[in-house]
């Protein structure tokens, strides 16, 4: 099941999150995963950020595993800038948020080495398959 709410206009289209969101669910093997995911601004994750992470900055995505389900907040006003800033489509840095969203609440992490680097792998695998691209995935 997937619930979303979109806060930011534009708008990004319904198909693509779904898109995204099946391919993130069947490459984990988790496609029964239920996401709620909130698409905002700055100014509002900033304010979720600093209440439930106790920092006061906007940050592109945040992640909650609740329930064996993932609850995803994402900036698109931080994916709009950073998308523009290194030149490919602003719905391909958004993909790339709920990617690593999803990935963090099935257990992937980026803090270590060999674990960042196991993320980034998937992230790669999954927007490859999806056919979107983002530079630092890429790269």
């Known amino acids: 099941m997937l619930e ?8 990004t289209e319904r198909v693509l999150i779904e898109r995204v969101v099946t391919a ?29 992470l106790s920092d ?6 945040m992640s909650f595993e609740i329930d064996n389900g993932a609850e995803l907040v994402v900036s698109v006003e931080t994916a709009t800038r ?24 099935v257990g992937f992490d ?9 993320m980034r792998d998937a992230e790669r695998a999954i927007m490859k398959r999806l056919k979107l691209h983002v530079r630092e995935v890429d790269a």
């Open 4 to 11: 979303v709410t979109d806060r930011f206009h534009p708008r």
């Open 82 to 105: 950073v998308a523009v800033r290194e030149g490919h489509a602003i719905d391909a840095e958004v993909a790339l948020y709920i990617v690593h969203g999803i990935l963090h609440t």
């Open 24 to 52: 993130v669910c069947e490459h984990v093997g988790r496609p029964e995963l239920e996401v709620s995911l909130l698409l905002t601004d700055d100014e509002e994750i900033a304010a979720l950020h600093e209440k439930f």
């Open 110 to 118: 980026d803090v270590e080495d060999d674990d960042r680097r196991r």
């Open 56 to 61: 006061p900055t906007p940050t592109d995505v």
